[in-house]
């Protein structure tokens, strides 16, 4: 009996573990046709949505030092929702269907980049503009807020942590310059070699967005991608400045690079990369360069959609208490959807603006522009330095970059006043 028992013990040990096994291989089948499922409902949000980057870290292809610390990793369920919920959801436009990623630029002034992005979330239409940051080092505050904070769930954030002493330095206060080329350098091939996007926009966090941001950028995409004259679209108007501009429809070419709210291509990027500033800074004036830029330009408003409430920065406030704070911010919508922007292409343009040219009447003073209104006025300059002492009369501002004046076409400048349109012009 002893063994019978014995025996019949056993074949029942055996079985439980057989059963034991049998449910574990179970189990572990399920899960991982569960995980391959959830890879499948991924793929398919990315391709339908291209919201990839809000369900799955984009840093998971990057370099592992790209962050350093175990706590900026956005793969964790409390750092980011796999469903995010925009804040806004305004009525979609039918132009809005191309994915056209926000990349925000910051650095340590959190103030700034929660002002920044309110606006974002205020304005942004239910898809199709994906808010990344980018931020310089590892402030503990922006990252705490971008990981923690209310947009959580609907920011991607990646850091640059590996600033590196410039091979041609300068004075110690212009180092920022240095640093903030070698930025803009990892972001860029962040968005567009890593997370391959074909076309971005790019947002410094002391900026403020109009109403139909989004819809200008929208509209004016097809135009960029299309026209080979074009290098950029920018929501800055450098000479726009309250009570000198007020058609909120109007558009222009400029042949000055604005930045501060401006779009490019993956193919500009695969254009520049190589030989871009990041070891001797500046890469603003450097894009305005005539070997870089190449004749090209870019789409402007004549009512900027972005205004800049920076004081505090890289640049100590240059230009900001005398022109950047006045510079007017569009008041309200426009449908671009609605409007033809065929006129911007190049040949279209040059015919508009020498049409202009032709009817305008010539005037010998700023002051004159006030015996005239509803007209077409000219004011002529010889040189740069004429040029600067009629900008600083009216309000405009005044400094050439690589022989082009800001906001000018061909020499030209328009500007508005007592209901006529100026040309200042060469």
């Given at each position: ?242 009570k000198l501009v007020s058609d909120l429809t109007a558009l222009r070419r400029t042949n000055f690079f604005p930045g501060l709210g401006w779009m490019l291509t993956r193919e500009l990027w695969q254009e520049i990369r190589e030989d871009f500033p990041r070891e001797t800074g500046y890469w603003d004036d450097w894009m305005r360069e005539p070997q870089h830029r190449k004749g090209r330009d870019c789409i402007i408003p004549e009512v900027s959609r972005t205004h800049t409430f ?117």
């Amino acid at each position: 009996p002893g063994r019978q028992w014995l025996g019949s013990t056993l074949w029942t040990t055996l079985c439980l573990l057989a059963s034991i096994l049998f449910l574990y291989y179970l189990y572990s089948f399920s899960s991982n046709l569960c995980q391959d499922r959830l890879h499948q409902l991924e793929k398919l949000v990315s391709e339908q949505a291209d919201l990839l980057q809000l369900i799955r870290n984009p840093l998971e292809t990057s370099s592992t030092t790209t962050l350093s610390t175990p706590t900026t990793t956005l793969s964790t369920p409390t750092a980011k929702s796999a469903t995010p919920t925009p804040i806004s959801s305004p009525p979609q436009s039918p132009i809005l269907n191309a994915t056209i990623p926000i990349v925000v630029v910051t650095y340590n002034r959190l103030e700034y980049l929660s002002r920044t992005l309110d606006k974002l979330f205020e304005h942004r239409p239910s898809r199709g503009f994906p808010i990344l940051v980018s931020q310089d080092g590892d402030d503990s505050a922006i990252r705490d807020y971008l990981l923690h904070g209310k947009y959580s769930s609907q920011v991607t954030l990646n850091q640059y942590l590996h600033r590196h002493q410039p091979k041609a330095p300068g004075q110690p206060q212009q180092e920022v310059y240095y640093y903030i080329a070698q930025h803009y350098d990892f972001l860029l091939s962040w968005v567009f070699d890593r997370l391959q996007y074909d076309q971005a926009i790019i947002l410094e966090d002391d900026l403020e967005i109009a109403g139909d941001f989004f819809e200008y950028f929208a509209k004016t995409l097809t135009l960029l991608k299309d026209d080979p004259s074009l290098w950029c679209v920018s929501a800055w108007n450098d000479q726009g400045r309250k009570k000198l501009v007020s058609d909120l429809t109007a558009l222009r070419r400029t042949n000055f690079f604005p930045g501060l709210g401006w779009m490019l291509t993956r193919e500009l990027w695969q254009e520049i990369r190589e030989d871009f500033p990041r070891e001797t800074g500046y890469w603003d004036d450097w894009m305005r360069e005539p070997q870089h830029r190449k004749g090209r330009d870019c789409i402007i408003p004549e009512v900027s959609r972005t205004h800049t409430f920076g004081a505090v920065g890289a640049s100590a406030g240059q230009f900001y208490n005398d022109v950047l704070r006045y510079i007017e911010l569009a008041w309200k919508k426009v449908d671009f959807e609605a409007l033809d922007i065929d006129y911007l292409r190049k040949e279209k343009w040059e015919e508009k603006l020498e049409e202009l040219k032709r009817k305008a009447k010539v005037i010998g003073s700023v002051d004159d522009v006030y015996k005239y209104s509803g007209q077409t006025l000219m004011i002529k300059y010889s040189n740069e330095q004429e040029f600067a002492m009629i900008a600083s009369q009216v309000g405009l501002m005044p400094d050439f970059k690589s022989g082009v004046p800001r906001g000018g076409y061909n020499g030209v400048v328009m500007y508005r006043s007592n209901d006529n349109l100026i040309l200042l012009s060469p």
